[in-house]
């Protein structure tokens, strides 16, 4: 059983930065792909970021290419989102997702196992 526990949300102000983290366990990851997603409230689930664990291959949302970057540390099981120039929109709650797979993944519907979710708030 897979299980993404994410950390590093909290509070911040708008310009500043975030990095979050999404420690997995359960299972060896060399074949294994995961996302970012996050979810205001009243909106869907929104695709930000993905990354292949073995090649690290990386996708970004149109939204958040130049502001967020997607990172894995192989020896620790952990993929990161670091989060820059965070604007009071990108508050949300923020979820790892991840699924067997050599490639990259964009839809939630594509995504098996699924993190807590960590909240972000962005203060104007």
């Known amino acids: 059983q897979v299980q993404l526990v994410e950390s590093g949300g909290g509070l911040v102000q708008a310009g500043g930065s975030l990095r979050l983290s999404c420690a997995a366990s359960?299972?060896?990851?060399?074949?294994?792909?995961l996302g970012w997603f996050r979810q205001a409230p009243g909106k869907g689930r929104e695709f930000l970021a993905a990354?292949?664990?073995?090649?690290?291959?990386?996708r970004y949302e149109d939204s958040v290419k130049g502001r967020f970057t997607i990172s894995r540390d192989n020896a620790k099981n952990t993929v990161y989102l670091q989060m820059n120039n965070l604007k009071p929109e990108d508050t949300a709650v923020y979820y790892c997702?991840?699924?067997?797979?050599?490639?990259?993944?964009?839809?939630?519907?594509?995504?098996?196992?699924w993190g807590q979710g960590t909240q972000v708030t962005v203060s104007s």
């Open positions: 990354i292949t664990w073995m090649n690290g291959n990386v």
């Open positions: 359960g299972r060896t990851f060399s074949n294994y792909a």
């Open positions: 997702a991840g699924r067997t797979g050599g490639s990259y993944y964009i839809s939630r519907t594509d995504y098996k196992d």
